[in-house]
């Protein structure tokens, strides 16, 4: 037992640390848009409040909570929302290791669980702690659960067990997008395809053994399903939320309607495949080798064989440990396209399944360089003795594969090392500011250097729980500056987005009446048409909005600008 938690779980520990020490950077990462919506509403939560009726957002609610206990437990800091990450991706990778180790052996869960890691660190700041690259980490535990289930038919108690597993991690899965019941139709697939094989696990073509055992599991799996799903539903429910999702879930439509125009969905997939490139690189490479040997395996198998019924000969064989992250792949790729915009986040779900194809083209890759080197024909004419030969061989052949191996990992290591550490070493031994730091980043309008400046400003000048308006979508501000949203309308878009309910501009001002915040930030340069449908900034939609505007030239004065931050002071009354 020692032995082998020598050789392996301390190998994946070590893994683990030195992920961890390449990713600490991103712990001084600025906060995204997204991650200041999911961070507002989080708070709200932690104070009693409820999503969408006090705090309203599109998301659906999953990683509010996930935002509420990260900062319940870290604290109201952008470094609170990055430890997010760096708690929930080692719980992923111990699931990918396990999975890796189950489909083949432990040297391919060792290399996806940090291929894994490696290209989810290297995402941009925009990108991380954000609901579809947190929910990789159910997905993995999920997928895992859904392979045991297929590979536990000859045991009924434990195929169960793990079908009820599968449904209670997929009814949490749903929740985080209504679009991950491709991921979850995986599954099921799988499962269905696990058992209608030759021959029969309960008998030469016992076809209603099959048929029995497939309705328990997914009795099992429906039942684990409504135990997570349905109580988050219920509770949901009782909270008043569902009639806001609702709202929610038309105007997704109505925004992913969009992108189904035929040039508008591939100039967005075009665009941002090019960004997946220069994130994801040798992933992509390596995933694109896995298709070419597994397409090659194919080919020579049929040639020098012909096609049997048992599973050995044929890709049927070859790839059966295979088929649930090729349907995983599959499912997570269509979530991707059927949102139509292309965003970065939402290829994020793909990573897992593309990690383990990666790991097992990089392992074959290692393998065939030992292999050719150990076969290729010694330079001296003497010929040793026959047992010193295969015991030099056996030598010289592992290490080998152990510096390869090592030299694999510092190479992946040393891309999210690049990323994090390169850009944040003149910040962290002092040679620039946090400011000229966080202008090293950004994303389209969002420039987070500005969002420091106005956040710096407003410390001095208001008290942390005191409310702000921002006429724009910035909402980082609110909780880098610790003021509430004077509204529940924490951004622009579901004032200006026509497919959201005309009423709630005056409602949006009614309630600005009352609350009346210190001060008013009002968004130049802020050209977001996919989100509001509008091809104009903030400012300039501001003059539509006649309730606002009157409000704000009632109440208040023009005091400075911060880039594209205009900042109006309440007027003294």
């Not at 719980?91 to 290399?111: D, E, K, N, T």
């Not at 940090?114 to 579809?132: C, H, K, M, P, R």
């Not at 383990?356 to 076969?375: K, P, R, Y």
């Not at 208001?462 to 309308?489: C, D, K, Q």
């Amino acid at each position: 037992m020692l032995k082998r938690l020598n050789s392996h779980w301390l190998l994946f520990i070590a893994i683990l640390i030195l992920v961890l020490v390449a990713a600490s950077p991103i712990l001084t990462y600025p906060m995204g848009r997204d991650q200041g919506m999911y961070a507002n509403i989080g708070r709200i939560i932690l104070y009693g409040k409820t999503p969408y009726v006090d705090m309203w957002d599109i998301k659906p609610p999953p990683i509010y909570y996930i935002y509420a206990v990260g900062i319940k437990l870290f604290g109201t800091t952008t470094l609170a929302i990055r430890a997010i990450d760096l708690t929930l991706i080692p719980v992923g990778m111990l699931g990918l290791y396990l999975l890796g180790s189950r489909i083949a052996h432990r040297r391919l869960g060792l290399l996806s669980a940090l291929i894994y890691a490696v290209f989810y660190f290297n995402e941009d700041f925009q990108n991380l702690t954000q609901s579809d690259s947190l929910v990789t980490v159910l997905l993995i535990w999920a997928a895992y659960a859904a392979f045991l289930a297929a590979e536990s038919q000859s045991n009924t108690r434990r195929s169960l067990l793990y079908a009820f597993i599968t449904g209670a991690i997929s009814g949490l899965i749903l929740w985080f997008k209504q679009y991950y019941a491709f991921f979850v139709l995986a599954l099921v697939l799988n499962q269905i395809m696990s058992h209608f094989k030759f021959p029969s696990p309960h008998g030469e073509g016992d076809l209603g053994g099959e048929v029995k055992s497939l309705f328990k599991e997914s009795l099992a799996f429906a039942i684990g399903g409504l135990l997570t799903g349905g109580t988050l539903l219920l509770y949901f429910w009782s909270k008043g939320m569902i009639s806001e999702m609702l709202i929610v879930a038309e105007g997704t439509a109505a925004y992913n309607a969009q992108g189904y125009d035929f040039g508008a969905f591939i100039a967005n997939m075009g665009n941002y495949l090019y960004f997946r490139w220069l994130t994801w690189h040798v992933l992509l490479i390596l995933t694109a080798l896995w298709i070419i040997f597994a397409i090659a395996q194919f080919i020579k198998n049929r040639l020098s064989s012909p096609p049997r019924h048992n599973g050995e000969g044929d890709l049927g064989g070859e790839v059966k440990h295979w088929r649930l992250i090729i349907f995983w792949l599959i499912g997570t790729l269509a979530f991707a396209l059927i949102q139509a915009k292309g965003f970065d986040t939402h290829w994020i779900p793909m990573l897992p399944a593309m990690a383990l194809l990666a790991a097992d083209a990089l392992d074959t890759i290692i393998q065939f360089i030992v292999n050719h080197i150990s076969n290729a024909q010694p330079l001296s004419n003497e010929t040793p003795p026959r047992h010193m030969e295969r015991g030099l061989g056996s030598e010289v052949k592992n290490n080998l594969a152990i510096a390869l191996y090592i030299v694999s990992v510092i190479g992946l290591l040393g891309i999210t090392s690049m990323t994090t550490w390169g850009r944040a070493w003149a910040y962290l031994t002092g040679q620039e500011t946090e400011v000229e730091y966080w202008d090293e980043f950004q994303a389209n309008d969002l420039k987070p250097e500005q969002s420091l400046e106005v956040a710096n400003f407003l410390r001095e000048r208001v008290l942390p729980g005191n409310s702000l308006f921002i006429w724009g979508f910035r909402p980082e501000v609110y909780f880098m500056t610790e003021l509430w949203p004077a509204t529940r309308y924490q951004a622009q878009f579901p004032l200006v987005a026509p497919w959201y309910p005309q009423e709630w501009k005056q409602n949006n001002v009614d309630i600005l009446w009352a609350a009346m915040p210190p001060y008013v930030l009002i968004l130049e340069d802020d050209f977001m048409p996919w989100v509001t449908d509008f091809d104009a900034d903030s400012h300039t939609l501001l003059q539509d909005y006649t309730e606002l505007n009157n409000w704000l030239i009632a109440n208040y004065e023009f005091e400075t600008q911060i880039g594209d931050f205009i900042i109006w002071r309440r007027v003294s009354q």
